[in-house]
Nanobody, 127 residues
Framework: QVQLVESGGGLVQAGGSLRLSCAAS?????????MGWFRQAPGKEREFVAH????????SYADSVKGRFTISRDNTKNTVYLQMNSLKPEDTAVYYC???????????????????WGQGTQVTVSS
């Protein structure tokens, strides 16, 4: 059974940094064709943050985080990361890791494209 476990969330001041991790188990990590990060703030819908393909060679970002966040994956550690710099109060949300296995997807920015989800980790940015 596929399991995704996020960690690294917390409270940080505006302008600070955090690195989120998502550890995957249940399948060979290389079979996770696409990994993504989404977030959901109170009273808002879940929104796309970033995605990375199996090899790590292709990534994309939401406009709101472009230039501040970096997604990466280490297939030897079965882990995907989200490095978040220059954090803003509007980045406050629960951050979720998502995965697709065994197939390619056309729309990595859409939550419905993903098969598996973690439980989420809270990120709070104070002003």
């Amino acid at each position: 059974q596929v399991q995704l476990v996020e960690s690294g969330g917390g409270l940080v001041q505006a302008g600070g940094s955090l690195r989120l991790s998502c550890a995957a188990s249940g399948r060979t990590f290389g079979s996770y064709a696409t990994m993504g990060w989404f977030r959901q703030a109170p009273g808002k819908e879940r929104e796309f943050v970033a995605h990375v393909t199996r090899s790590g060679g292709s990534t994309s970002y939401a406009d709101s985080v472009k230039g501040r966040f970096t997604i990466s994956r280490d297939n030897t550690k079965n882990t995907v990361y989200l490095q978040m710099n220059s954090l803003k109060p509007e980045d406050t949300a629960v951050y979720y890791c998502a995965a697709v296995t065994g197939r390619l997807i056309l729309y990595p920015t859409i939550a419905e494209s993903y098969d598996y989800w973690g439980q989420g980790t809270q990120v709070t940015v104070s002003s």
